[in-house]
């Protein structure tokens, strides 16, 4: 008898486990919990104009798709030497508040909460906008970047982080060439990241403003624009002055 006892729960125990593996059953004393998802269920997309030029307004505006989502939260993160913070706006209606504290060097922190918990968000939501201006200080070619960062959401059965996404944009306009780290100036780092960039260096696969290594502007960046750079920095009179565009 007590053996057959014994079996009876290996055999109700293994099938517990089988069942937690599926559906995610945390067992705490005599209480089941059952997670309704997982961080791959819930996804952010972050999106933003095409065109970007000195001193613009741009919305960039942050959405996220889940089931039975009751509140989301994190920040929205950006570099306060390129753009400047403007204003936030709750995209989503009905019974969701949102609060945003904005700082420049913290980012935009948000908070989205459905106040009646009887309105969840089941489909993709456009949920908050953030809106900035360009720096009139940028030059073309130079980047710009928005990251929602340190996202999660709650669906009642805890905190669902959310991948971070990032909205990126090349900057439209005069073009400092020979800069390709987008200091704002032309010196011998510029010549010193271009020739590792050319050698393949790892780290230096990416230039900050590829734009700006198109030396002699043919559409290509190769060997021929680290040489006008390298002549340009080593004061060649036929080099000194460098296109501007």
């Keep these: 008898m007590k053996r057959s006892i014994k079996k009876s729960f290996f055999i109700v125990g293994l099938c517990l486990l089988c069942v937690s593996l599926i559906v995610n059953i945390k067992i705490v004393g005599e209480t089941f919990y059952i997670k309704a998802q997982n961080s791959a269920d819930v996804i952010g997309v972050i999106s933003g104009p095409n065109d970007v030029r000195p001193n613009d307004l741009i919305t960039v505006t942050y959405s996220v798709s889940g089931s039975s989502l009751l509140g989301v939260s994190g920040t929205i993160f950006y570099d306060y030497n390129k753009l400047t913070y403007v204003s936030s706006a709750n995209l989503i209606s009905g019974s969701w508040n949102v609060t945003f504290n904005a700082t420049a060097s913290q980012g935009v922190k ?20 953030v809106t900035f201006r360009v720096n009139s200080s940028m030059l073309g070619g130079m980047p710009i970047a928005v990251t929602a960062f340190d996202v999660s959401a709650s669906a009642g059965s805890g905190a669902i982080s959310i991948q971070n996404v990032t909205y990126k944009a090349s900057v439209i306009g005069e073009v400092l060439y020979g800069d390709v780290n987008a200091d704002y100036s032309v010196n011998p780092i510029d010549g010193t990241i271009f020739v590792r960039h050319m ?16 030396l002699n502007d043919d559409g290509y960046i190769n060997p021929i624009d680290a040489t006008i750079l390298a002549r340009h920095l080593g004061k060649w009179e036929t080099y000194l002055v460098l296109p501007r565009r």
């Design 199 to 214: 050698a393949l260096w790892s780290n230096y696969e990416v230039l900050a403003n590829s734009l700006a290594a198109d």
């Design 110 to 129: 948000f908070i989205a909460i459905d106040n009646s918990q009887q309105n969840p968000i089941n489909t993709e939501v456009s949920l908050i906008s």
